[in-house]
């Protein structure tokens, strides 16, 4: 699978590298991921959001935006960066470790940076070690191997920011790293702005577990008890407890006696005892519970209590690893008996699937809308008693997703209703696009007062205070698009930026999102 992927973003990199048209300028802005980058011209940029804008090319390398996804996060990947000139580089982000203390490269000790360059050498997977000079201070890794006969070079840039590990990447087929791949990978960092915060995720609420009562006592397994006897017979090979449904029943009878074993009136087996007495009847429990064994033959007879108890049939779930996810649905997998039953509900959804023949199991699950819900899982065997157990599952929308499910309830609004009317859309979703003009503070958050109209060049008007989450990363003379909720209320506003130049009260609302950012020239 990886030399498959390795190989097909390389013949990705070559088509890329082909084509006459050069993607346009843009800025790609990873919140979670604490980053955010600078598209220059003649690159294209690959993320786990926009591989729907490449379908045409990646069908033409035979694969699928589903797999190339799936690697990406399989792998970490959050971007690729493929130069028009050459190369092929890989931005991953995991957590650093033992290294989650160090906030930026610019502050870290001269011990903790060998620490951090020595933990890569002492690995034993690297080919060379060392420090780079750029900005921030990177360890530049060097490794090889070989695909299909064909020698490729990985070159590895490692830096820390946040608690952060930043791996960037770069793959080279067919000789080893010159001094153009190093240009190649300090022009990708260099387009790299390493964000002052890390947007985290909405914590869910941690669900309060159900109290697990104590199991009741198994029971030693031992001979059963004999609750009655007459004539010659004497029982041997009967538990007083077990969990197995087939049991055998050995003794000594009168000879060649005909030996019948029931519970109730109903008969479980018979058997003919040999010359000497002795006699062995297999039989299968009728169903669980506290059975009375009868073993007798037209002379005599021998009661015993036996209980059985089916085994609880196993079911444990051993996927996903991450059980908060992007996308509309997510495979939850699982191990159970062969064969067994698995049944899942929870809501919109109720199903079932048999296990394969090892008791390995998979479900699809879909989760419409942001946020989290709990499935419960049933597996059911012939022979076994049912078992349960639950799994909640979180959906997070990406940065399009949310955008999409925002447009749905976004009402149409003009900038005069707004102003006239603030406390008319306390609570309503809007968007605008407009220009940054210039940064306050709102209760502790930062505050962008936006022009919303552009009534000429270089001029904008009708001005909106707009709350900021903090990790937008906006700079004054940035237009953007600004998707908000609106306040109910107005704030004063210089007189340049209204139409009237009069004193102004602008309306607040705050920003859900902010896309399509073009950066001040």
């Known amino acids: 699978m990886m030399k498959k992927r390795a190989m097909a973003l390389l013949l ?19 919140p979670y991921e604490g980053f955010r980058y600078t598209q220059k011209e003649g690159e294209t940029v690959l993320t786990q959001t926009n591989l729907h804008e490449h379908e045409e090319l990646i069908a033409s390398l035979g ?43 610019s502050g870290i000790t001269q011990e903790r940076l060998e620490a951090f360059r020595a933990q890569f050498e002492e690995s034993g997977l690297y080919e060379s070690v060392a420090l780079t000079q750029t900005d921030p201070v990177c360890v530049r890794l060097t490794s090889s191997a070989m695909y299909a006969s064909m020698p490729v070079y990985s070159l590895r840039y490692a830096t820390l920011h946040l608690g952060r590990l930043y791996m960037i990447t770069q ?4 000789r080893a790293p010159e001094a153009a791949d190093d240009a190649r990978m300090e022009d990708v960092l260099s387009g790299m ?28 397994p031992g001979v059963a008890e004999v609750l009655a006897s007459e004539g010659t017979m004497e029982v041997s090979g009967v538990p007083a407890y077990t969990n197995d449904p087939v049991i055998t029943v050995t003794g000594v009878t009168d000879p060649s006696a005909e ?28 169903q669980e519970g506290d059975l009375v064994l009868a073993v007798m033959t037209d002379s005599a007879e021998a009661m015993l209590a036996v209980q059985y108890e089916m085994p609880m049939i196993k079911l444990e779930i051993t996927g996903p690893e991450n059980t908060t996810f992007t996308g509309e649905n997510i495979m ?25 023949k090892n008791g390995d199991f998979s479900i699809r699950v879909f989760i419409e809308n942001e946020g989290s819900q709990t499935f419960s899982l ?33 009402q149409s609004v003009t900038y005069a209703n707004l102003a006239k009317e603030p406390e008319k859309y306390a609570g309503k979703s809007f968007m605008f696009r ?53 306040e109910g209320l107005t704030l004063p506003a210089d007189s340049r930026y209204a139409r009237d130049s009069s004193e102004a009260e602008a309306p607040v609302a705050a920003a859900k999102y902010v896309a399509e950012i073009s950066k001040a020239k």
């Open 378 to 410: 049933r597996a059911k065997a012939k022979g076994f008693r049912e078992n349960r157990t639950e799994i909640t599952l979180t959906r997070e929308f990406t940065l399009r997703e949310g955008i999409a499910n925002f447009r749905k309830r976004m």
């Open 259 to 286: 030996v019948r074993v029931a519970v109730d009136d109903r008969t479980l087996g018979k058997a003919t005892a040999k010359k000497d007495g002795t006699f062995s009847v297999k039989v299968t429990l009728p």
């Open 171 to 174: 793959t080279i087929v067919g």
């Open 332 to 356: 939850v997998r699982g191990r159970t008996e062969p064969e067994a039953t698995v049944y899942i509900e929870g809501k919109g959804m109720s199903t079932n699937v048999k296990a394969n």
């Open 434 to 486: 407009g220009r940054v003009e210039a940064f306050t503070d709102y209760d502790g958050q930062p505050c962008a007062l936006v022009c919303v109209d552009n009534v000429a060049v270089g001029e904008w008007k009708d001005p909106v205070w707009v709350v900021l989450t903090g990790e937008e990363e906006l700079s004054a003379g940035d237009v953007a698009t600004f998707y908000l909720v609106g």
């Open 63 to 105: 694969t699928t935006s589903e797999a190339i996804l799936a690697s990406y996060v399989a792998s970490g990947i959050v971007m690729e960066v493929i130069p028009q000139d050459g190369g092929q580089i890989a931005v991953s982000v995991t957590d650093a470790g033992a290294f989650a203390d160090v906030q930026r490269m």
């Open 193 to 220: 702005k390493l964000l002052s915060t890390v947007s985290d995720p909405t914590p869910v609420p941690t669900p309060v577990p159900t109290p697990t009562p104590e199991p009741t006592p198994v029971p030693t």
């Open 12 to 30: 990705c990199a070559a088509l890329l590298l082909g084509t006459a048209a050069l993607a346009q300028e843009a800025t790609y802005v990873f």
